[in-house]
């Protein structure tokens, strides 16, 4: 089955710096995907990539099969909202459903309607005067409406009030039931994405952390607190994400696939935003050069 | 019709939380045999959760009896529990009650008895539909 | 695209179209009076040796027609710099700036395309405007024109219509500015990415683009042609003298009608331009005729290279051409840079 997005090796070089690399993603279709991790960390360019607006400069990217943005037929089966939902100010609502109509082929011009008129938008105002929630409805309207199969969107609602967030998402899964439409979204807020998603892909620095069925992660990942000690000690079926110690006492998080048996650990599961968290404090120690525990022990010495 | 509502912070996973709020329900008298249960889209549509949570819940409902679901109509409530439970209840009410009085004799306080209790639930609940 | 592109034009779209309106309603409604005057005067009905006839017709041009001449031209230099600044700087530039080229690229119109239509179709209504409204000025001008093309002894402040500041503003070269100033205008707005700097250089570029084709480029479009005659002090001229040194020019008279003088050079038989020193005839007491007889001894010769009137529409059509091909190789780059995804 094809993927929605297929990453091999992708890579994206600003001058020296280098935006997103070495990565490698099957993410699968038919479920709703969260892609999360601090700003800076790659998203809006692993999305741009895909949907065709910035080429790669290292390695390949497949979005349902096809290359990014590759001429119409590809483009009308991906539906995007960028960053903080640009539409044109100047343009009326009613103006921007023909917009779509024109320049879509599959246009479900009733749904687009019908969705302005539950959300209390009048046609004839200027896109320009909503506000920052009504402005990420239209553009979600504008990009479900176009009947794609992979809903693309990137932090729409990153900068809205708690209450437009929660709208924007009833929406967001509304149309998901009905369709079936497979959706990756960006955020910084891991909350709203485990509500939503399924499938989840962590970014830091540049770089894929971890991705994997929600579930599944939070069934691999445990919590080892007991008496001190050095996590290179664990077998090495327990990868160690974050470690940290007291004077007597350590407390590890590992991935493993296998239950965990020695009784010196109390084992405890970890919710999703923590496991986030680890992995984002995991990639600044790598970042910095030090590692766990022997990051520590430097730090230890020079005191 | 029945109305779902989720807590994030009570570290039941959302799937159950509709799981039990149905069985609730149907404990309470509010659901009867023959009542439609919210469609996918509107529980997903009013809660903000994936559709494929609600499926989940509304499969295992399916697989424990409680409801069947009728392919393009939607699903349906097919067996209730009220009826059961209502002498249970006053059994197990009094059980309850004996040993809360024994917790207090070993000098638990309310706040211990509360920990104990909720961390039983959540690991039985845990048990019962693994 | 057709439906968004004319939507996002619309307020220019109207504007230029009320401008184009009021220009043709004010000069249908001034030309009658030029146009009476030409009747008037006899230079209608004249073939031949019209040059006075040509003198009376514009000594009797009334102020307000000469102040619509001279707006006129700068009509026609203004329009194509308007063209570029606001139609052209804005036109990619802006999407770009408010981040909306995202909603726009990910319909199902691929950018190429987007691209390709709004350079066209404005592009298109840019060399349109221009050439209408050069059709009207040429039209309500074509008096004053016809007259400057008879060799008239007075010209007061016409100019003939081949001469570098009337040349711009007639015939097709208009539609070539505006086709180049759009096409830079809208190239700056890609590569620069924001509105008002775009605007700004887009505006130098072209400005200093006009100014340097009249000088180096226009007067070899198509081989001057050469006269030279020698050269007699006593036809009239001009004679200068000025210290130190006693340095002497001469220019001679030339005159073809309507031509464009490149250059007017007195020579020495050696092929040198004449710079003096003067001879005594010219800077003592002598009578006036001896100075005259005096550089008639020098067997100077006056070179002239002009293009002449003739020439006014084969210089037009290649000028044109030239900055067509300029506005197709600017909207190429932008197509290209577009297509490479480094935005």
């Known amino acids: 089955m094809t993927a929605a997005i297929e990453a091999s090796g992708l890579g994206k070089k600003y001058g020296r710096h280098w935006a997103l690399s070495d990565c490698t993603l099957s993410i699968p279709v038919g479920c709703v995907v969260g892609l999360v991790g601090p700003n800076g960390a790659g998203k809006t360019t692993l999305l741009n990539m895909a949907t065709g607006m910035l080429a790669p400069t290292t390695g390949s990217i497949q979005v349902l099969g096809g290359a990014p943005g590759s001429g119409p037929d590809q483009l009308s089966r991906v539906g995007y909202v960028a960053q903080d939902a ?14 779509g109509a024109h320049m879509n082929r ?78 990756i979204m960006s955020s910084h807020l891991v909350a709203d994405l485990e509500r939503i998603s399924e499938y989840l892909v962590v970014l830091v620095d540049s770089r894929v952390q971890v991705a994997g069925d929600i579930d599944e992660l939070l069934a691999s990942h445990q919590l080892l607190s007991g008496a001190r000690r050095d996590p290179a000690t ?13 004077d007597r006492q350590s407390t590890i998080l590992v991935r493993c696939e296998e239950p965990i048996l020695d009784p010196g650990w109390s084992v405890g599961q970890i919710d999703l935003e923590d496991l986030v968290l680890a992995y984002m404090g995991q990639a600044r120690t790598s970042r910095l050069g030090l590692n766990g525990d022997a990051g520590a022990k430097i730090l230890e010495e020079k005191r | 019709m029945i109305e779902f509502h989720l807590d994030t912070r009570s570290g039941v996973a959302p799937y159950l939380q509709l799981i039990q709020q149905v069985r609730q329900a149907l404990r309470l008298g509010l659901l009867r045999e023959g009542d439609q249960l919210p469609t996918v889209k509107d529980v997903s549509g009013s809660l903000a959760i994936n559709p494929n949570t609600v499926l989940k819940a509304y499969r295992e409902l399916e697989y424990e009896g409680l409801a069947s679901a009728r392919p393009g109509v939607g699903t349906f409530v097919t ?39 909720q961390r039983s639930i959540r690991t039985a609940v845990q048990e019962e539909v693994r | 695209m057709m439906w968004l592109t004319w939507r996002q034009f619309r307020a220019q ?43 009376n017709f514009l000594k009797a041009i009334g102020g307000p027609d000469k102040t619509v001449f001279e707006a006129a031209i ?68 074509s008096p004053i024109d016809s007259a400057m093309n008879f060799g008239q002894p007075f010209s007061g402040p016409y100019l003939p219509r081949l001469s570098p500041l009337v040349f711009a503003s007639r015939g097709v070269a208009p539609l070539g500015y505006a086709a180049f100033a759009f ?28 100014v340097l084709m009249p000088i180096y480029v226009r007067p070899h479009l198509m081989p001057p ?101 300029l506005a197709a190789g600017l909207g190429w780059s932008c197509v290209w840079r577009i297509r490479r995804r480094r935005i």
């Open chain 1, 234 to 246: 664990l077998p090495d079926s327990q990868h160690v994400i974050s470690a940290s110690h007291t």
């Open chain 3, 74 to 141: 700068a009509v026609m230099y203004g329009l194509p710099a308007l063209i570029g600044i606001f139609w052209g700087a804005p036109l990619i530039a802006r999407e770009l700036e408010a981040g909306t080229h995202q909603l726009a690229w990910n319909q199902s119109v691929s950018r190429t395309r987007w691209t390709v239509i709004k350079l066209g179709l404005i592009g298109s209504v840019a060399v349109a405007t221009a050439g209408l409204l050069s059709l009207m000025i040429g039209w309500w001008a």
């Open chain 3, 183 to 210: 096409a830079l205008g809208v190239t700056m707005g890609v590569f620069i990415r924001k509105t008002l700097p775009a605007m700004a250089v887009t505006l130098a570029i072209f400005v200093a683009v006009q």
């Open chain 2, 79 to 117: 067996a209730t529990l009220s009826s059961d439970s209502i002498a249970s209840y006053i059994e197990l009410s009094r059980d309850l009650e004996g040993w809360i009085s024994k917790a207090r004799t070993a000098g638990l306080d309310d706040e211990s008895i509360g920990a104990i209790f």
């Open chain 1, 86 to 99: 640009p539409i044109y100010a100047g343009l009326s609502v009613a103006d921007h459903l023909s917009l």
């Open chain 3, 13 to 55: 779209a109207i504007t230029v179209a009320v401008v184009l309106a009021a220009a043709a309603i004010f000069l249908g409604v001034t030309a009658p009076h030029l146009l009476n005057l030409y009747d008037s005067t006899g230079l209608s009905a004249c073939h031949a040796s019209c040059g006075q006839i040509a003198s």
């Open chain 3, 225 to 325: 042609v050469q006269a030279t005659a020698p050269f007699n002090a006593f036809e009239n001229n001009e004679l200068t003298i000025s210290s130190p040194g006693n340095r002497m020019t001469l220019v001679g008279n030339f005159s073809r009608p309507g031509a464009w003088i490149l250059s007017n050079n007195t020579v020495t038989p050696s092929g040198q331009v004449f710079t003096g020193p003067a001879g005594a005839a010219c800077t003592g007491n002598y009578p006036p005729n001896a100075c005259n007889a005096w550089v008639n001894t020098l067997h100077l010769r006056q070179q002239v290279a002009y293009q002449p009137a003739s020439r006014f529409w084969p210089l037009q059509f290649i000028e044109t051409g030239i900055y067509l091909v």
């Open chain 1, 106 to 183: 599959r246009w479900d011009a009733a749904l687009a309607a019908g969705r302005i008129r539950q959300l209390g938008i009048a046609q004839k105002q200027k896109a320009g005067t909503l506000s920052g929630g009504q402005r990420a409805q239209l553009a979600l309207t504008l990009a479900i409406a176009k009947r794609p199969e992979l809903l693309i969107l990137d932090e729409p609602i990153a900068s809205l009030d708690p209450l437009a967030r929660r709208e924007f998402l009833q929406v967001l899964m509304e149309s998901t039931a009905e369709s079936g439409i497979s959706v």
